[in-house]
């Protein structure tokens, strides 16, 4: 089965409302990225190494990352001689399916790592401040109680000003527990009582605050090794995900912060938020390809439920979708 009829397929096994977020919440990033991209097609009409070059600086000024770019554009050369492509606007189906290379790597690898039923969840979250991650917890809890979980959150950023009551603001407003202590109190303490709290009440999940403050402080890493072994004390594998939230808006910071919190303890995936208020929304391909991360949800809006869990082709599609369906369209009629 072709590229472009396995996508479709793929999509056709999801809600429409689900494409419809994605579409709306790539908007500014279609707009901008997708509207450069048809703009050189329609300058150059023949693919030569002019046109590789001016496609490499708009995927650079989409935040795609340079190595990324470099990589993209020379297979894309490659498979363009090979194809012998020469018309530029037979080159835009070629684009969206090595784009999507990038990001479908696998099925399962952008799943959250729930554990089986009886036993106990537990998802870190960490992240400098400002980037969502407090708000990301509050929608990712209202997400799994619609999914009939049991949640406790853990408010274990016990040193910036507001966090606590921030995070029992949005356990009292999607219902779910909160366990907290005063204002400057030890996190991994914090963490001890939220496990012990969460079996207690036979929570499927629980969803742990932490402290952000700048990421080059290193008494900040230290303190988040020592949150990890106090919930690895109580329960031996957990925790079970440890997720980095990072502002799609910050562009190529919101990498060096992935670096950096990447060496510091085992990231094993990443929450963007506000992509819907960026047009560089390829930060998405450059953590992907670079550091082999995978995307687990994206922020696409304000709304509680505006937290989506990141699926690669809808992604490209809410990007490409007017590509892609030409494309099927044009397979399924030969």
């Known amino acids: 089965m072709s590229f472009f009829k396995k996508m479709k397929e793929k999509l056709s096994t999801q809600t429409d409302s689900v494409t419809d977020k994605f579409k709306d919440g790539l908007s500014k990033t279609r707009s901008s990225f997708v509207g450069a991209v048809n703009e050189l097609v329609k300058d150059y009409r023949i693919v030569d190494e002019d046109f590789f070059e001016e496609l490499e600086e708009i995927l650079i000024s989409a935040d795609v990352g340079v190595n990324t770019v470099m990589e993209l554009v020379d297979d894309l050369r490659e498979e363009a001689k090979r194809r012998n492509i020469k018309d530029a606007e037979n080159i835009r189906p070629l684009i ?28 870190l979250f960490v992240g400098v401040n400002g980037v969502g991650k407090t708000t990301t917890i509050g929608k990712m809890a209202h997400q799994l109680q619609q999914e009939g979980k049991k949640v406790v959150l ?3 950023d016990t040193f910036r000003a507001g966090a606590i009551e921030q995070l029992e603001a949005w ?6 527990d909160v366990v907290k202590q005063q204002a400057g109190t030890d996190p991994a303490a914090v963490m001890y009582d ?34 990890k072994r106090v919930i690895t004390r109580e329960i031996p594998d957990a925790p079970h995900e440890v997720l980095l939230v990072l502002d799609a808006t910050t562009g190529q910071n919101a990498m060096s912060q992935a670096k950096t919190f990447g060496e510091a303890t085992k990231v094993t995936g990443i929450v963007l938020t506000k992509l819907d208020g960026t ?10 390809n670079e550091l082999d991360l995978p995307v687990k949800y994206v922020g696409l809006g304000e ?3 505006d937290l989506q869990e990141f699926i690669p082709e809808q992604y490209v ?15 399924q009629r030969s």
């Open 171 to 176: 356990g009292a407003r999607v219902g779910v």
């Open 317 to 331: 599609n809410g990007l490409f979708s007017d590509v892609v369906d030409q494309k099927a369209e044009e397979e």
């Open 154 to 156: 853990a408010a274990g």
């Open 279 to 288: 047009a560089k929304g390829g930060i998405v391909m450059a953590i992907r």
């Open 96 to 123: 969206t399916e090595k784009l999507s290379e990038l990001l479908v790597k696998s099925d399962e690898d952008t799943r959250l790592n729930l554990q089986p039923e009886g036993e106990l969840t537990v998802v």
């Open 303 to 305: 709304g509680v439920d």
């Open 194 to 227: 939220a496990v012990q709290s969460a079996k207690s009440k036979k929570a499927d999940v629980l969803l742990c605050d932490t402290a952000g403050r700048l990421q080059n402080k290193v008494n900040l890493m230290n303190e988040l090794e020592k949150v």
